[in-house]
């Protein structure tokens, strides 16, 4: 049990679908994340939210679009997405904004495949 | 630009033996350094991490890191793998808040 529950585990869509990622986090904690994991490339940072408010957007293109409801639920939505886009989508929690007191508690992820 | 490097994407060990994964961090100012695993089918976890003090640093499961500011290093070691051990392991930096970057990404594998 991560404490941060993703779903669905895997997901397979086509270019021209519509779908959501969703994240659960039980921790009590107050910035939730979204990175994009690459084989052989750094975690890409795509999207912060602390206290329900979007403080990050690291140019990601608006085929993405996140939403945070409340401090416990995250989403990434998902339309038009390319191949390259297939990847492991993470999403992390943490009791403040990624401090240094403060690390980062992760799901288990969304493995996306996009055909 | 402020990052970390990990120069070798797989290490394999032998069982029982010593192991090191290697992180080096080309930042200004002081760094903030951290340790993340990521076992298979799973997200990453939180090891250890280096704020300020002693050089070396303790973590989950017998794991430790040491700071080395003249070769800009911070090294992840453990006395003794076990298999258990086999993983993808994370080196990460930070250098203000909301400013966390990750490395590429070490695979550890021990052989039994």
């Known amino acids: 049990e991560t404490g941060v529950t993703q779903t669905p585990r895997h997901l397979v869509m086509g270019m021209t679908n519509k779908k959501s990622l969703k994240c659960e986090q039980h921790l009590g904690h107050n910035a939730m994340y979204w990175y994009k994991q690459s084989a052989k490339k750094p975690l890409e940072l795509m999207f912060v939210?602390?206290?329900?408010?979007?403080?990050e957007n690291n140019s990601v293109p608006s085929r993405f679009s996140p939403e945070c409801p409340n401090s416990s639920h995250l989403f990434l939505h998902l339309h038009t997405l390319q191949p390259e886009d297939s990847a492991l989508y993470l999403c992390?929690?943490?009791?403040?904004?990624?401090?240094?007191?403060?690390?980062?508690?992760f799901g288990n992820g969304t493995r996306l495949t996009v055909t | 630009a402020q990052s970390v490097a990990q120069p070798e994407d797989q290490v394999n060990v032998a069982e029982g033996n010593p192991l090191t994964v290697k992180c080096t961090y080309s930042?200004?100012?002081?760094?903030?350094l951290f340790w993340y695993v990521q076992y298979p089918n799973r997200g990453l976890q939180f090891l250890l991490k280096y704020i300020t003090g002693d050089n070396l640093v303790k973590g989950s499961y017998g794991f430790e890191a040491e700071f080395n500011k003249s070769q800009t290093s911070f090294h992840l070691k453990k006395p003794s793998a076990l298999v258990s051990d086999s993983a993808l392991y994370f080196c990460a930096g930070q250098t203000g808040a909301n400013n966390l970057f990750f490395g590429t990404g070490t695979r550890l594998t021990v052989i039994p």
């Open positions: 992390a929690s943490s009791q403040e904004m990624a401090g240094f007191n403060s690390p980062l508690h």
């Open positions: 939210y602390s206290l329900e408010e979007r403080v």
């Open positions: 930042v200004s100012g002081n760094p903030y």
